[in-house]
């Protein structure tokens, strides 16, 4: 498989495994990364798997998975709320996103209920801490294969 | 393994494959059941399915799951948007739901944006259609052999 | 003509006639069931009339009338306020519906204002008491026919 | 009848019939007019027919109903959205109106979802196309001769 | 005394004693019965005590009070909040109905600070915890007094 | 005194006197006139008075008065509540504007209550009934004179 | 004549002709109440004239003026928008209530848009600065004949 | 009992008997004060009853009550809807309170619905009229006898 | 050329050039006028110009340009922001509309943000001053030229 | 210095140390009171302390200060949120005022994220406790000295 | 010309002509660049282009636009709808700025309606695709001229 | 000691002393940090001092002054406003932030009311120009040496 699965990680999730791990958990980004590679490994797809502060970094992430990724799961942290940028930038690529939320924003303060990145993903997997991702990532090693096999 | 899984269907899912296959897609509720009940027949965990267009009937059920599951998926359909009292009898029951969704609301019109479900939810999972079932299905039975363990 | 016109009336409106009859009128909801089935035999077509303040029972009836009815008149009452169960299912069962009230809902409390119901009825009649329904039938007489004829 | 019935249609009801046939079908307002005409002959009761995209018009109009009609059928288009004005001589002259829409306004944009003629009309029909004007019609009719009996 | 005291009970009502005690206490629902049969018995008023988590059997019991009850105590749970259908149906069976709440619901979520019963109850008793049906039969057989001693 | 006082009036004001006599008096329009004109006679004022229907006469009339008038009396009626158009007017002309209503439009519908004529007026009169008419005059005087003084 | 006018003055007002004088003008609350007192001596009615910077004593002064005055002239400065009880007490007292402004209200900041106290005035006056007073008091003395001429 | 209840009534409620009664009752408050003052003298608990048109009065009370109540019963009048310094008093003091209206603020006007009261009030009893003193007596009775036999 | 481009302009803009020089300039709309004309007369377009304070003529005159307008320039003034009925006539006619504001409305009053000509003009251009009537000309010649070339 | 610095403290503040000190601190109002009385008297400027549940002694004493004060401290409590006749009093006084809060109110309740008070402040301190007193008395004897300076 | 024209383009606008031609046409950045260089050699005038998704590239180029820009075009994408920074910046730099769209906001979501950009833009030019940024660079040319013969 | 104190500044900041002096003061930043840098010298506490007009690198900062500073005192300019990411940011790095603010946002635009940063900053300082930032940074030398103690 040429193209991969690309996942992006916005801000505070490098802070992962410190901050407030009664909502967040104890797994660090690093850990979920490893999992992740190694799952990909076994089926043989690419992973590419990036975190930022920067929202115009995320933006530029997205544009380049344009032509490199199947797939993108993002965790757009704080973004997801206020990012229009992002929105349009997700719709401009044309390739289905999987929106992953460690925690479950609904249940959460008012201003997390709202997410400009859910308006344009396909999916949403939220309140499964890093359980998420490998959820998230079943269903893009499912998305990647059909789109595999019908090009 | 005592206690299940349980799996409960909300207002108009039983004509899935049939309603609006362009946003709902086409496999009907049955397959869904099927395919669950093979992938738990293989762990070894009890599954009960149902669908009702009864507000009432889901809140009996609710609360009969509350001895008998270890996780129960919901897929409440319009009722995760109106339905305080369904939310309530989660917030009862005290037994981790899954809310489950084919389509994403969150791309959809204002009124679905906002889930009574969701807020009381450990997890969500939207938009992957008939694949969002086998995606709660891997967390649910994660959570139930922990709680097992734990037992 | 072997689909009819089906008739269906929601919360409280077994009490026609005795509840506030300044507003609603004196009128009986039998009365209006056989004034109704007079004017359906003399054109050939079959009524099916009911009543029930049970939203789900609604949902059942109007799946059951996917089948068997050309055209449904609804009076969802107050459930056509609150309940986005009822707008889904009017959706999926893709016969047009003929939204009927006794009084008008704009002339009354702001939260009458909205109907769910209406958003995908094809047509509404409101305000004219029990002559409502007498129109709402001429209406679904009219596409009754033209739909068998185009049958 | 020495009263009739009067038909007043709001701005851009004169391009019924080409402006988004989709949406308000191709009957024009002359036809609507015509089929109104012979109805009422038929019935022996006047019917004064007008179209104007003037507010102030429709106002004058209304007022010079009030000693001459029994019924007023009002289709005010987007004036139903804005016009407290229209709403004020409504109320002022004091005789049963009848709002029609050919589409069903809560079905489409926002604004288009109050109704301030609603508020003050005793009956509304909307969704029916030209279809409404004849159901409008009978129930002046019914009024009218009401009206003229207790007289 | 022909007519009696009805105690009607919604939504997760039968889990009192079970479901968050910090908030609702201990008592449970069949304690409750059984202090207000007491009490009743020494007036010599008979007592109706039902709960149903149906919005649809909420109504109907309604209905079926308007004959043979002189006061209603309801305490709808969620449906308070949501539920149209039920304030129409205690406007149009016309005899009073205290509202009664276990907690305070304006100390609460904002999504129970409006109840729809509240505004057609003639009066309310709310976070006196099972001390409040208490209260409310005080109220309600002081009525029901009231009524047969005019009647 | 070269430049007068006009008192222009908005919609629904030729009814005076016989719309709704509970809410806006028995005095007509034209007795109000009378009374203004006699008044205006003994301070040697030329008075000018209009009644119209039609939102955009009254803002010719508006621009008309922009060179002939020292003090604008304005009832515009329900346009108060909803032109833009014509509050651009009053800023655009320069003049005072002394808004009058019959009723106080404060303790009557939501809809009522905001003016954009009030934003640009000098002053505002109501809920005098026809009273309000003399006291605006008597205020409109008090200015003129100001105004032929400073000149 | 017994019974009186009262002028009611609340909160700041007592700077009046020191505060911000470019919105409320140079002249003083003394003097204001001078040219009163002067004009009611020469209608043989009795004037009481109060300020005061506490909402507690301007209840009790409305209280007091139940019995004492024909029509009360209220300017309750910032009150108008905020106090709750003000408003029943005006509604307790039953006397015609006559709202002054100095400044319009309406064409300042948004949370001086609405007045509690302007929802049961009997008449409004606003931005004339004090001859707003004199207005007022000129309404009042009609009134206050009347109520004489009709007791 | 050395601590006793102490009764806080608001403003306009010296009016009670006189105000309005066909909302509010005949009975007076002085009617009142005294048919809990026999109710208290059987019970052996000191009773302490006031009414203020000031708030500033009314937070003073609670201060002082603080040392010698057991618990407060409190119609706050129009300042339960907006005043947050009484919110903050009954917090400060941290003694139950009983919030008591004699109507039913939920069934009258939209500014009648919250109250900053009934946020931190233990109990609400609310559209009894005079009846609802005594039932909040019975409530304050029955806490304050737990609260001595804990002490 | 056959058909041309038409300049149509709503209320208070025959005032330009007297009205608030500071926010709209000093330019007439006479002088705007003969500069369009003499830019139109070099490429041969016919150019029609109007201005009216009249809703109803607007909406006349829109109309009649359907068959005689290639690009019709408007600037509707106040109506912009409230007459759903110019919004209709200008998706009726279904030529392209190029909204013209000579000041920028985004940076002034709330009520000026809104524009429901907006929501259906191809183009806007705002803040120029007269300077933006020459801009929306080059683009209206623009697309005409587009039209006649695949016309 | 004649002119000295004025602390006024709102309602509930005399409870400070006492109610609730999670929140808001054991420091007592005296012991704040007594450091700024140390503070002040080292840089010789007289300094008026007070504490008032009542806000129109609050409104008396901003008024005193007028002539007496270079600037004025104040921590107005819950009036901050509601008082807009302490704003005006702010405002018409035209020393600058620094507004203080114990705790962050942005931090705490929707309710308390407006301040009136904030909208006329000169400056504002919050969220420091016991500690912002004396920030603010630094700032108050800057501004102080720089008005001595200029005088 | 020492001073230039700057045109900034915000996120996604390098995907131009390959995002959502449909929506924002075929032309790239790069051709509407070449575009603009070649009017601005013919008048003389130094043209700056830059494009970055990053927010805090685009205020740092318009903090260095300040010495070096006469007008500054900017398109700032979605930015437009989110960044008080961006915002801020412009009005920090004092410089004229026009803001161009190639899609019209007004006529898309909600969301896109309202643009902090256009606050404090000095004109606006929306919906025209590429030829929005020639119409805008005409205006900007005239105003460079006026700025150098003024200088 | 180790730890010191980081001062943060956000975007547009750099402009200070030259953007709209009128509302900021004509302080530059260079010489509020020499300032500062000369209080803490004389304390010994190191300071840390950053501007930057992008989002991303305050993020960065923030999450390095995790490790090396006491206190984070942060003048975020508009991103307060805008920015959940700075505002989780805060919460993750877990040390007390004190924001500072040149102006008072409370008395500027609507959209400046509400802070993000405010939200879970435990002090805020606004209002007093550069004089601020001195205030501030006394309260963090109080904190430090607290923290510095009690470790």
Redesign the interface.
């Known amino acids: 498989m040429k193209k991969g699965i690309w996942v992006l990680n916005?801000?505070?999730l490098?802070?992962l495994g410190?901050?407030?791990p009664e909502i967040y958990g104890k797994t660090t980004l690093k850990e979920i990364q490893q999992e992740l590679e190694g799952r990909c490994r076994e089926e043989g797809v690419p992973l590419v798997f990036h975190q930022?502060?920067?929202?115009?970094?995320l933006?530029?992430l997205l544009?380049e998975a344009r032509e490199k990724a199947h797939v993108v799961i993002l965790n757009a942290?704080?973004?997801a709320?206020?990012?229009?940028?992002l929105?349009?930038?997700i719709?401009?690529v044309g390739i289905p996103v999987i929106e992953v939320h460690l925690s479950?924003p609904?249940?959460r303060e008012p201003?997390?209920?709202?997410?400009?990145v859910?308006?344009?993903?396909?999916?949403?997997?939220?309140?499964?801490g890093a359980?998420?991702y490998r959820?998230a990532l079943?269903?893009a090693l499912?998305w990647a294969k059909e789109k595999e096999a019908s090009s």
């Open positions: 916005g801000p505070n490098n802070l410190v901050r407030r930022t502060n920067h929202e115009g970094v933006i530029d544009h942290g704080a973004f709320h206020t990012s229009i940028a929105r349009d930038a719709e401009a479950n609904q249940a201003f997390r209920r709202h997410s400009y859910a308006e344009v993903a396909r999916g949403v997997v939220a309140g499964f359980l998420g959820l079943e269903a499912h």
